[in-house]
T-cell receptor, first 112, second 118 residues
């Protein structure tokens, strides 16, 4: 499975955009990039995913580079409730290979 | 919330005893996963299932077994619990979409089971 690399921690001021980078240089053609977050000790929560085009939903935007070797999750107006650990995951295609493997993620601290 | 339930939510057991954790879903999703989470390690995949009776090992499968006899239930068993298996266990489910059923859907996680082995 392709591995991901994320910074261990980041800070962001409330109301500003939080840009969380992820490196996945060994990603293969049919692997999707997924982002999840985990607030305190709750179960992880899905945020967004994409294959090669940029994606946006009500929570965030996902920017994937043209070579697909890295991506950035953007929280446009971070709030204190966005403080969490954010996981970038590369997910293989379906079938027997569709396991979901997490790294250690980025701990985002949103401050006043 | 996605229809996924873990039971029990909390359990304390003694070293050497067998323990079974249950993950139940009402979404009819194909894939089910068991993770453990420990401080400093993030979420680590124990076992996963890609269909009834179809399971495979994750990165930390030693000391654990799983069974999936029907779509809705995925059981995680610790045959002889050890203190190193004290952890928070999460179950997750995900499905497929698209005309060929070849597009993975997002995963939904349960609320976790806190297991303490004394």
């Amino acid at each position: 499975d392709a591995k991901t690399t994320q910074p261990p921690s980041m800070d962001c001021a409330e109301g500003r955009a939080a840009n969380l980078p992820c490196n996945h240089s060994t990603i293969s053609g049919n692997e999707y990039v997924y982002w999840y977050r985990q607030i305190h000790s709750q179960g992880p929560q899905y945020i967004i995913h994409g294959l090669k085009n940029n994606e946006t939903n009500e929570m965030a935007s996902l920017i994937i580079t043209e070579d697909r070797k890295s991506s950035t999750l953007i929280l446009p107006h971070a709030t204190l409730r966005d403080t969490a650990v954010y996981y970038c995951i590369v997910r293989p295609h379906t079938g027997t290979a569709s396991k979901l493997t997490f790294g250690t993620g980025t701990r985002l601290q949103v401050t006043l | 919330d996605a229809g996924i339930t873990q039971s029990p939510r909390h359990k304390v057991t003694e070293t050497g005893t067998p323990v079974t954790l249950r993950c139940h879903q009402t979404e009819n999703h194909r894939y089910m996963y068991w993770y453990r989470q420990d401080p400093g390690h993030g979420l680590r995949l124990i076992h996963y299932s890609y269909g009834v009776k179809d399971t495979d090992k994750g990165e930390v499968s030693d000391g654990y077994s799983v069974s999936r006899s029907k779509t809705e239930d995925f059981l995680l068993t610790l045959e002889s619990a050890t203190s190193s298996q004290t952890s928070v266990y999460f179950c997750a489910i995900s499905g497929e979409k698209g005309a060929g059923g070849d597009l993975p859907t997002e995963a939904f996680f349960g609320q976790g089971t806190r297991l303490t082995v004394v």
